[in-house]
């Protein structure tokens, strides 16, 4: 008897754990948030939606295109923002934090992030990914100051000495970049020269390099045989597109169903998950650029 009733509740919890299984798929599949709406959206309490806060919603975007130039710092971006306008919901100016926040918030992007998971939301994207990478990648390069160094010293390891044959080395003084001869096989006369002066003399050369007619009538007759081709290799270029987001969100699916199944733990899941959520995010803006891009081209001709 007692074994009936163990079978029975054991029946009883398998059932619980599928259907709780089968509810927890159906709300992620849905991309449902909920919660506070982050600056530039609002809470559609109605529809239970999250929807652009249209005059917020561009600033915000407008930040996030002012970050990824690389040429403001975050409380450059900040000040620029509170010039144009955009106060929180409560009307204050945002902080430094509040925008590192936003920079760093893959909601923007469409996504959203639940117990340090990352979710596919079901809002309007703000940005693309690609602009979101762009900051992250301005980010780093700021946290680590040594590396912007490495934009200073352009021509270094193009160049050889003209006199003594040398490699040359740059340093930065006062604010310019020079280059000089490092003389390791002895004696050699030539001085320093100021990267602007460098630049010039490069440019003067390449001035001089121009092309041949015989050599322009083959790219262009290249060009036309590629055109030709291209028809069919747009088509290809799509069904790839369309099959890797589609093997993307396969694999999602089997992800979560070894997640549900306890075949793999949390984080592995949370840390797959997060990475395949954004390759599939990758694909598909690649694919909206390319109908774009396409779209344009047929309205030229
Ligand atoms: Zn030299």
């Known amino acids: 008897m007692l074994n009936i009733a163990f079978g029975q509740s054991k029946y009883y919890v398998d059932n ?18 909920s919660g506070q709406a982050p600056t530039g959206y609002l809470n559609d309490k109605l529809n239970k939606k999250i929807i652009p806060d249209v005059e917020r919603f561009r600033l915000v975007r407008k930040m996030f295109e002012l970050y990824a130039t690389g040429n403001y710092s975050l ?10 306008g955009l106060v929180s919901k409560n009307g204050k100016v945002l902080t430094v934090s509040n925008t590192q926040m936003i920079l760093k918030n893959p909601f923007y992007y469409g996504m959203f992030l639940f117990n340090k998971e990352l979710y596919q ?7 693309s990914k690609k602009l979101f990478d762009k900051c992250a990648e301005v980010s780093a390069r700021n946290a680590h100051p040594m590396k912007r160094g490495i934009n200073k010293h352009v021509f270094r390891g193009l160049m050889k000495c003209a006199e ?22 002895g004696i050699c006369a030539q001085k320093y020269v100021r990267e602007e002066f460098l630049a010039e003399q490069a440019n003067n050369i390449i001035k001089k390099v121009s092309l041949s007619s015989e050599w322009k009538e083959f790219m262009l ?7 030709a081709s291209s028809f069919h290799s747009d088509e290809l270029f799509v069904q790839n597109l369309k099959n890797q987001i589609k093997s993307v969100e396969e694999t999602l699916d089997r992800l979560l169903d070894a997640h549900l199944d306890s075949t793999i733990t949390s984080e592995e899941y949370i840390a797959k998950k997060q990475k395949l959520l954004n390759q599939k995010i990758d694909f598909s803006e ?11 081209l047929l309205e030229l001709s």
């Open 286 to 296: 690649k694919l909206k650029d390319f109908e774009r891009k396409g779209n344009r």
């Open 121 to 127: 939301g079901k809002h309007e994207p703000a940005i």
């Open 164 to 185: 003594c044959g040398c490699g040359i080395t740059s340093e930065v003084q006062k604010g310019h970049t020079y280059y000089r001869c490092t003389k390791k096989k």
């Open 221 to 227: 007759a290249e060009l036309d045989k590629e055109q």
């Open 16 to 33: 619980l754990s599928e259907n709780v299984k089968r509810g927890l798929r159906q709300k992620v599949r849905r991309g449902e948030q």
């Open 75 to 84: 409380k450059d971006t900040r000040n620029l923002l509170a010039q144009k």
